[in-house]
């Protein structure tokens, strides 16, 4: 039998847990786009905390019928900046034209 205390506390701990893991992760800013006259590209960009500027950027793409999101865990994984794209057409990134 576990109290409704006990049960709070352990809720609590794995909270605390998951936030003290998050704050070690490298900083995933939100979805950007670069845009042209007819097109609209997604990216989601990685830097950790202790990165330097002076640092090679990793690109990562996506294959078919995927997005960006495909490699956020190995984003939070690196070191390094990283920015990983959404194709024309997946993700949050526009189709375009077709003539283009």
Known sequence: ????RMHLLFHLSVLLLQIATAMALPLIRPDSIISSANLAISYVESCPHDANTDETV????????SSSHTWRRVQQSLTTPTIAIDCRGCGN???GDHDE
Request: hydrophobic share 45%.
């Open 1 to 4: 039998y576990i109290s409704a």
């Open 58 to 65: 990793t690109l990562f793409i996506h294959g078919l019928d």
């Open 93 to 95: 990134s526009d189709l």
